[in-house]
């Protein structure tokens, strides 16, 4: 491809006077006292001067700021004498009207064979532009600090303790409770000497918590005693929430210590009580039941059909409220750290359907048993049942629309999983996670239902014995599966 260009535009691009007039920087030759003797167009155009006003009239320094005049004659002019060049100095110029134009000052010195200075030759660069990006950064970075800081009012505002900490979970600032707590130096703490501030029993717990939400990029919440300045242990709850970038990576990490000391006195002022009271409620109990197994025998000899209603009633009333009773006596056996499991290999087939058989009697509902009847495992066979049997029994009270109760299982690699599945009205999402904390029901009234919030609670504590897990899988509207698994 060939490109015709004319010759006169060819001349006028290499022609040095129109490339001194119209350079994009700004030129200006000086005597050695400063007098202008020479300037490029472009520099006038900035100035808005003309160069009949300046030639020979003016010295360099006339228009500069009073600070860069003595700069002038103090720095740049000593340099050009000893270097011959200097470069890239900042300076502000003052146009004809008085405003400003900073630029970028660099110059070579012509001199003579003996090195005598004959003329100083200077680029003027104007960089407008550049401080008016530097002005906004600064701007910006004064918002940026601001916002901190009123963030930090915020956080020491707070009566709980707030943190951040770094991605890879080192803590970097604290609000005031923090430090008040803890007693420690306002500034310059090792975070060590926060980690050795938690009770020593649940340290382990909560690194090992931490470690694992930083390597897997998880919320870490997790309770835990910490020992405040006089020494005393109290229950917190430790909550970390990781901050993503707008490039999806964690960048930060927000967390809070918040007490729930007063909550677990008040847990435990419960516990104790239920203690006390089921024990005592047991042995009348147990003492009125023998008496109802005496009058269930002797009913068939009685002529009143209502008497027969009326011990079979007495019957199941009594029944209800033994399974009460052990509910609360098993809650105070987990607390003690005394729920003991009887193992032996067991067909997980046969442990279901007991189970199933037992509550069939009962009831009206279709329970459908799925699995393949040759597994095995080694299992505490009444415990296992207690589980089967309340979350049956669960999907029979909070489940009732539902036509069949399906009881699945499966191994899978060295694990088996049992599952009872409903088709009631589900349970929502954020109340998931509570399920199986102690005393808790989904509503305040239990929707009518009898229940203490406790038999979820003690089927996760019978299973994590068994060294398996607990879960949980429903939404409104399409019904729950309960699951938990085996060791196989
Ligand atoms: P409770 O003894 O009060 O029945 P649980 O620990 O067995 O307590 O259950 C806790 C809560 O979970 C119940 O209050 C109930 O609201 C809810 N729940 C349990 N099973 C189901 C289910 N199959 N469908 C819907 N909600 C359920």
Redesign the pocket.
Known sequence: MSVQVDKDLLDGLIDSEILYQEAPCGYVSLLPDGTIIKLNNTLLTWLSYTSKSLLYKKKFTDLLSKGGKIHFEMFFKPMIGVKGHVKELSYEILKKDGSILPVLLSAKAMKDVSGTVLAINIAVYDITDRKSYEAELLKAKKIAEEEKRTFQFLADLIPEMIWTATANGNIDYVNQRFIQYFNLPEKGFKPSSVLSRIFTEDRKKFIEAWRKSIRIGSDLHIEIRLDNYLGNSEWHLIKAVRYVNEDGVITKWFGSCISTEEHVLALKAKDDFISIASHELKTPITSLKGTLQLMEKMKSSHPDPMMHKLVDRANRNVNKTISLID?LLNVGRINEGQLYLNKKRSIIFEVINDCCNHIKNETDFDILVKGDPSIEADVDEGRIEQVII??I???I???PESVIIEVSYEKTGQEIKVS?T?Q????PLE?LPH??E?Y????SN??G???????????AEIIKKHNGEMG?E?EPGK??T?WFTLPA
């Open positions: 509910d309340n979350l029994n669960n999907a009270k909070y489940a009872v409903d009631g009205p589900g349970i109340k399920l199986f102690r808790y029901q989904v509503e239990n929707g239902k009898t229940g203490l919030g406790l038999g979820l609670y003690i089927c949980v429903s019904g729950s309960f």
